[in-house]
């Protein structure tokens, strides 16, 4: 895939189990991104503290999609990866991470990174449609995102993707008076 501004060439597509170290990398990498306080629930300090058996585990339950949950990776010019977005399935009649009862099936989109230098040339956008598109393609009946209530870049790039505020509001634990906003897609 090419993107739009530019003659560098990305691949999307989904990450493979033996590919942990890179998915190791390539998190704690958005963890040090400037604005990480405000994408991410997780710290650099306890990412790292992890073991490569935490990070093995994640890949492969990640690689197949079986376990309801698909991490989708760009690769630069180099091979490099330099974005990534994941989509967890969550149930109707279940509880979310946050504690909220699950209405309908549904995918959520987490850690959302593009590196800084790749970003602006569409390469969010192709990320996205992936994910989407195997969203959609799983059968669920909707997608939604949670995004910083101070994030105002990322929240202008889901609604220009698509997502609208749904008007549920997150309070964030260890950070008293700090929210996050669902955002949602409703299938076509």
């Known amino acids: 895939m090419s993107s739009?501004?530019?003659?560098?060439k990305?691949?999307?597509?989904?990450i493979r189990a033996?590919?942990?170290?890179?998915?190791?990398?390539?998190?704690?990498?958005?963890?040090?991104?400037?604005?990480?306080?405000l994408a991410f629930?997780?710290?650099?300090?306890?990412?790292?503290?992890?073991?490569?058996?935490?990070?093995q585990e994640r890949a492969a339950k990640a690689s197949t999609g079986e376990t309801g949950v698909r991490q989708f990776v760009a690769q630069g010019p180099d091979g490099e990866w330099v974005g990534s977005v994941t989509v967890l399935?969550?149930?109707?009649?279940?509880?979310?991470?946050?504690?909220?009862?699950?209405e309908r099936r549904q995918g959520h989109l987490v850690g959302v990174y593009v590196r800084p230098e790749h970003r602006g040339c569409g390469l969010t956008e192709v990320l996205f449609d992936e994910a989407v598109q195997w969203a959609w393609a799983i059968g669920v009946e909707?997608?939604?995102?949670?995004?910083?209530?101070?994030?105002g870049r990322a929240q202008r790039f889901y609604r220009r993707v698509g997502f609208l505020p749904t008007g549920r509001t997150v309070p964030l634990a260890g950070k008293p008076g700090e929210t996050e906003?669902?955002?949602?897609?409703?299938r076509p």
Not at 10 to 14: G, Q
Not at 20 to 26: G, T
């Open 181 to 186: 906003l669902e955002y949602a897609l409703e």
């Open 41 to 55: 629930l997780e710290t650099y300090e306890d990412a790292a503290a992890k073991p490569d058996s935490f990070w």
């Open 4 to 8: 739009p501004d530019s003659d560098e």
């Open 142 to 151: 909707r997608i939604r995102l949670i995004v910083h209530e101070d994030n």
């Open 10 to 14: 990305y691949l999307v597509r989904a």
């Open 18 to 37: 033996e590919e942990w170290p890179a998915v190791k990398a390539l998190r704690l990498r958005a963890l040090r991104d400037p604005i990480a306080h």
């Open 89 to 102: 399935l969550e149930e109707a009649g279940t509880t979310d991470w946050a504690g909220f009862p699950v």
